[in-house]
């Protein structure tokens, strides 16, 4: 990952809070001067060095991470759009990322039960919800969509 | 990662698997306001393993459950 890859990167980012989705490599191209096959070959870079995630065949983001790219049970509104979370800790991430308040709906795993929550100022307005991480801090890139 | 109504919860839902570590969803909100809040940052860089575990500890998310490698 160099200094290119690294705005490559950023235009991506920008690119996804923008559109509310994913770019794909063309728009991100459009954006930095770059091409289409420039941006896929900095994004499989990227990829490998955990600053985003890509489907199998490396051409489109699956996870910018804290945002997904697919629906997930973690929907957050943040910014004045609903997002998609791919996870709980990102869905608390994506309203620090915007730098803004919101507010995260999902279910419980175990009764399917609906939880909402609203964030401010990085706080949740009820502390009486659990967090938990199946998988140890030493494999979560192990297989980051399990994780 | 998921948040649940309660640790019973937790419990009910493992049925029988092993368990990872569960928190306070007031930490899980420090942690990912501490993790996430410069990624969009222009200047933005990947953080190094270092700060990130210094993020964990500075939490008490200590040991070797919370251990990057």
Same mark, same amino acid.
Request: hydrophobic share 40%; proline share 7%.
């Given at each position: 990952m160099d200094d290119r890859d690294l705005e490559l990167r950023n235009h991506?980012?920008?690119?996804?809070?923008?559109?509310g989705r994913a770019p794909d490599p063309e728009e991100v191209a459009a954006?930095?001067?770059?091409?289409?096959?420039?941006?896929?070959?900095?994004?499989s870079r990227l990829h490998d060095e955990h600053a985003l995630v890509l489907d199998p065949t490396r051409t489109r983001i699956v996870m910018a991470n804290p945002f997904s790219a697919i629906p997930t049970p973690h929907r957050v509104l943040a910014a004045g759009r609903w997002w998609f979370a791919n996870c709980a800790w990102?869905?608390?991430g994506i309203p620090a990322a915007l730098d803004t308040d919101g507010r995260i709906e999902t279910a419980c795993p175990d009764c399917d039960d609906p939880i909402a929550l609203?964030?401010?100022?990085?706080?949740?307005?009820?502390?009486d919800l659990i967090f938990h991480c199946l998988v140890p801090a030493g494999g979560w890139w192990d297989d980051i969509r399990f994780t | 990662m998921n948040l649940f109504r309660s640790e019973e919860h937790v419990h009910e839902w493992l049925n029988g698997r092993r368990p990872g570590t569960?928190?306070?969803?007031?930490?899980?909100?420090?942690?990912a306001s501490r993790?996430?809040?410069?990624?969009?940052?222009?200047?933005?860089?990947?953080?190094?393993?270092?700060?990130?575990?210094?993020?964990? #500890?500075?939490?008490?998310?200590?040991? #070797?459950?919370?251990?990057?490698?």
């Amino acid at each position: 990952m160099d200094d290119r890859d690294l705005e490559l990167r950023n235009h991506t980012y920008r690119a996804f809070v923008e559109l509310g989705r994913a770019p794909d490599p063309e728009e991100v191209a459009a954006r930095a001067g770059s091409s289409g096959d420039g941006v896929i070959a900095s994004w499989s870079r990227l990829h490998d060095e955990h600053a985003l995630v890509l489907d199998p065949t490396r051409t489109r983001i699956v996870m910018a991470n804290p945002f997904s790219a697919i629906p997930t049970p973690h929907r957050v509104l943040a910014a004045g759009r609903w997002w998609f979370a791919n996870c709980a800790w990102d869905a608390f991430g994506i309203p620090a990322a915007l730098d803004t308040d919101g507010r995260i709906e999902t279910a419980c795993p175990d009764c399917d039960d609906p939880i909402a929550l609203d964030v401010v100022d990085g706080t949740p307005e009820r502390a009486d919800l659990i967090f938990h991480c199946l998988v140890p801090a030493g494999g979560w890139w192990d297989d980051i969509r399990f994780t | 990662m998921n948040l649940f109504r309660s640790e019973e919860h937790v419990h009910e839902w493992l049925n029988g698997r092993r368990p990872g570590t569960s928190i306070p969803v007031t930490t899980l909100a420090a942690l990912a306001s501490r993790w996430w809040a410069d990624r969009l940052a222009p200047d933005w860089r990947p953080h190094t393993r270092e700060q990130n575990q210094a993020i964990l #500890d500075g939490l008490g998310l200590t040991g #070797d459950f919370w251990r990057l490698p």
